[in-house]
């Protein structure tokens, strides 16, 4: 229901907004815009349902926000490394909003980034999922990912990264996040 609610809030911004042009390329912003975003829609109402659940209360207070920067180490095993947070304490939850990674292959070849993505979990469950991309992927195995995103993690939720190269054994991965940790009345 919310995501046909926005899908329709969309369609009206670009109905209004349709008549900026960006200069040379005879599209409109709006167009540009509503499409990006529409097409984001259209791509989680395939991949997972929206619940009630998943939005944010609008009854929930934030008392104060602390804004954080810190380190995280990845567990290598084979080409994949991962990292699963502990959960959000009650009363507060996080808001992730840049995430960048570096790790390496130990036998480099021809290396690919092969899997990247963070996923928020409520227990085992899957909920919101944000592909990871490289950033850069050089001939001798390391790879970074930075990524900026607007992902909540709510009280009692976890959150899981994971990325993979196609060859070798991936090694040496770390990430820094900034988050936001709102505490909640």
Partial sequence: M???FMEDKLKRWFQSNESR???GWGLSTATLVAGALLLSLTATAQSEPVSSDSAVSPSAVVKRTEHRQFKIPLTCSGNTCTYTSTATPN?????LERLNCRYTALLPGIVNFTTGDLKVMTGSTAGATVA??????????????DQTMDIEVKAGQTW???LGL?????????CTVIASLEILE
């Fill in 21 to 23: 042009a960006v200069e």
């Fill in 160 to 162: 899981v990264i994971t």
């Fill in 166 to 174: 196609n060859v070798g054994i991936a090694q040496g991965a770390g």
């Fill in 132 to 145: 990871l991309l490289p950033a850069f992927v050089s001939s001798v195995g390391s790879v970074v990912v």
């Fill in 91 to 95: 009363k507060q939850r996080r808001i």
């Fill in 2 to 4: 919310q995501l046909l």
